[in-house]
């Protein structure tokens, strides 16, 4: 990891690389990326809300079968391929790179994950965001989202009662952005909040400092101030805007 902050009262940026703490069960693999690991001396893995990041990958033909999540809000973010979930409240969804789902788990969700043998090889993100209280109503969105443009952030998910398209309970924002190579745009902020970089696809440049950050790696700002980031090539980044200090819950299935 690494502590970046330049001359005078610049954002201070926390680097993370790829981390290395992942699962193999054949055709779905995982690894779990932990924000809280990037500052040094953070007693959480997470970091205020946010419990974890997950790469995942599944290939075509792939069942993951029915099983329970509790007191977690789980997000599926399907830049390219299809995610297919199955539930016992009788929804059949695709998510892909046109839909976002939210899966607010609250005191017990059961859903199964597929691809079919005629599906692309999939990889995505799985967010684990914690609620705020334990054993709430649980439920699922699914929504289409508007379509990308290039260089801009995209709103997908926010705090219950906000403008985003879909909601979870607590205070994280989340967006999206597919970046041209020399193209810059600055990182999502909110007073008294932090920023949290996750480098999907290619390489960026963040802050003065014009700190690397490549692919898989992460960077969190925890200073206010705008932070300016660069692709060196074409990439695709997400940014999550989190109050470090809004109450969570760790009773979570996987996002403790």
Excluded: K
Excluded at 84 to 113: K, Y
Excluded at 151 to 167: C, I, Q, S, T, V
């Amino acid at each position: 990891m690494n502590d970046s902050t330049s001359a005078g009262s610049q954002p201070r940026i926390y680097t993370a690389a790829r981390t290395d703490v992942s699962q193999n069960q054949g055709g779905f693999r995982i690894h779990l990326d932990f924000p809280g690991r990037a500052v040094p001396g953070h007693d959480d893995h997470g970091y205020g809300p946010l419990a974890t990041v997950v790469e995942s990958f599944m290939d075509p033909g792939t069942l993951i079968r029915m099983h329970q999540h509790r007191n977690e809000e789980i997000i599926s973010w399907v830049p390219d391929g299809v995610m297919r979930h199955d539930d016992r409240q009788g929804n059949e969804l695709v998510t892909d790179s046109n839909h976002l789902m939210v899966m607010n788990a609250g005191s017990g969700f059961w859903h199964a994950e597929e691809t079919y043998e005629d599906d692309p090889p999939l990889r995505m993100l799985q967010i684990f965001v914690r609620p705020h209280s334990l054993d709430l109503e649980p439920g699922i969105q699914h929504e289409p989202i508007r379509d990308s443009v290039s260089n801009e952030w995209r709103h997908l998910f926010g705090p219950e009662g906000g403008d985003a398209p879909l909601y979870v309970r607590n205070d994280v924002n989340f967006y999206d952005c597919r970046l041209d190579a020399g193209a810059t745009v600055t990182l999502p902020s909110r007073p008294e909040w932090d920023t949290y970089l996750y480098v999907f696809d290619g390489a960026v440049t963040a802050g003065e400092e014009q700190t690397r950050i490549g692919y898989t790696e992460s960077g969190l700002v925890t200073d206010e101030g705008d932070v300016s980031v660069t692709a060196t090539e074409d990439a695709t980044i997400v940014a999550f805007c989190i109050n470090p200090d809004a109450p969570i819950t760790r009773q979570g299935t996987i996002g403790r």
